[in-house]
């Protein structure tokens, strides 16, 4: 079965770095475009990034162009989500989340608190 | 403020049916993009519910159903249970915004 599980969130300062990873498993991740998506508590969905197949296209979210890169690594089935001069508003659950055209699959979400 | 407008809550009595509304505009669901709606659980991640408009995701009982019209588009639940109180989000792309767009979504609440 599919199953994403994402890991690296934690408490960090206004300023500071984060990755996230996403494992994937269950289906061949090198035939997927792979999307992250965060969630402010107590807030609404927001698209943050999303990364071809191949690893060639990659699109970013306004509010993290410049700051935020995706990766993936199809030889490990993974998603990485570079996170850098990060601010309080990007406080966060963060999903990955397999992208057919739709969210057809997520994780269960890592959460990000950017706090001093 | 999100591109896609939904009412921020709805409710009905068990076994009645509610509808939930998607307005976007011409950039967006206007521009023959699909639309897609998700169903959020508390304390859970988002669940693909209905995929192109009007295509129940794997599992998902008949009850939900999706329509799109012009710029707006629709979730109708029939037969309300109480295990459907959650929060639905739509979503779509913005081809102005080159960006996957989400409604704000609605809280469903089974009376």
């Known amino acids: 079965q599919v199953q994403l599980v994402e890991s690296g969130g934690g408490l960090v300062k206004p300023g500071g770095s984060l990755r996230l990873s996403c494992a994937a498993s269950?289906?061949?991740?090198?035939?997927?475009?792979m999307t992250w998506i965060r969630q402010a508590p107590g807030k609404g969905l927001e698209w943050v990034s999303y990364?071809?197949?191949?690893?060639?296209?990659?699109y970013y979210a306004d509010s993290v162009r410049g700051r935020f890169t995706i990766s993936r690594d199809n030889a490990r089935n993974s998603l990485d989500l570079q996170m850098n001069s990060l601010k309080a508003e990007d406080t966060a659950v963060y999903y990955c989340?397999?992208?057919?055209?739709?969210?057809?699959?997520w994780g269960q979400g890592t959460l990000v608190t950017v706090s001093s | 403020q999100s591109v896609l407008t939904q009412p921020p809550s709805v409710s009905g009595a068990s076994g009645q049916m509610v509808t939930i509304s998607c307005t976007g505009s011409?950039?967006?669901?206007?521009?023959?993009?699909?639309v897609h709606w998700y169903q959020q659980l508390p304390g859970t991640a988002p669940k693909l519910l209905i995929y192109d408009n009007t295509n129940r995701a794997s599992g998902v009982p008949d009850r939900f159903s999706g329509s799109k019209s012009g710029a707006s588009a629709s979730l109708a639940i029939t037969g309300l249970q109480a295990e459907d109180e959650a929060d639905y989000y739509c979503q779509s792309y913005d081809v102005s915004l080159s960006a996957v767009i989400f409604g704000g979504g609605t809280k469903l609440t089974v009376l």
């Open positions: 989340a397999r992208d057919s055209h739709n969210f057809d699959y």
């Open positions: 011409n950039s967006n669901i206007g521009a023959f993009y699909d």
């Open positions: 269950g289906f061949t991740f090198s035939d997927y475009y």
């Open positions: 990364i071809s197949n191949s690893g060639i296209n990659i």
